[in-house]
T-cell receptor, first 113, second 110 residues
Framework: DTEVTQTPKHLVMGMTNKKSLKCEQHMGHRAMYWYKQKAKKPPELMFVYSYEKLSINESVPSRFSPECPNSSLLNLHLHALQPEDSALYLC????????????FGDGTRLSIL | GIQVEQSPPDLILQEGANSTLRCNFSDSVNNLQWFHQNPWGQLINLFYIPSGTKQNGRLSATTVATERYSLLYISSSQTTDSGVYFCAVGGGGSNYKLTFGKGTLLTVNP
């Protein structure tokens, strides 16, 4: 689903670095999501934003900090990550109504050294 | 939360063969999506199908919500169909959470 754009596509960082993942959509969706996918596993929900407000935090460690500056943008700020945080991070968006399909970006493949 | 089971976990086909993938879920759903994840990690939306039947080219899907299962049919498979097929459902009291099954790894050999 190329209507959701994620940058960068790949990111390598050290455990002491601070970096951010970015996600953008222009479909007028008011719900946006971050998922984490480990190798050979299904995606798992991390955060949900509804109308720019955090609606769901699936007990994610504080070293992951989400931000939704406006209805089209979603960021994930990373700080002091661990090697086990290496994964594919997927962003998705949907209309903010019950049962709406979610549209996924191509993901950011993150490696922690 | 809602449970999602997919079968089979692995499937190997010769090019041109047909296949059926199954997704069982444990509660009523307001969202059901089938995805294909290619070897590059892209998660491609195949169907949004909380109920009924849809077709798109060689692919079709059926969801019988009252019996809590969905089927994905792939006909005349091609090597480019290889990858992982995920069923993901929303429901069980959540407006947003999409719960994924463990997926079916499909390999289509030439």
């Amino acid at each position: 689903d190329t209507e959701v754009t994620q940058t960068p596509k790949h990111l390598v960082m050290g455990m002491t670095n601070k970096k951010s993942l970015k996600c953008e959509q222009h479909m007028g969706h008011r719900a946006m999501y971050w998922y984490k996918q480990k190798a050979k596993k299904p995606p798992e929900l991390m955060f949900v934003y509804s109308y720019e407000k955090l609606s769901i935090n699936e007990s994610v460690p504080s070293r992951f900090s989400p931000e939704c500056p406006n209805s089209s943008l979603l960021n994930l700020h990373l700080h002091a990550l661990q090697p086990e945080d290496s994964a594919l991070y997927l962003c998705a968006s949907s209309h903010d109504r019950v049962g709406q399909p979610q549209h996924f970006g191509d993901g950011t493949r993150l490696s922690i050294l | 939360g809602i449970q999602v089971e997919q079968s089979p976990p692995d499937l190997i086909l010769q090019e041109g063969a047909n296949s059926t993938l199954r997704c069982n879920f444990s509660d009523s759903v307001n969202n059901l999506q089938w995805f294909h994840q290619n070897p590059w990690g892209q998660l491609i939306n195949l169907f949004y199908i909380p109920s009924g039947t849809k077709q798109n080219g060689r692919l079709s899907a059926t969801t019988v919500a009252t019996e809590r299962y969905s089927l994905l049919y792939i006909s005349s498979s091609q090597t480019t169909d290889s990858g992982v097929y995920f069923c993901a459902v929303g429901g069980g009291g959540s407006n947003y959470k999409l719960t994924f099954g463990k997926g079916t790894l499909l390999t289509v050999n030439p």
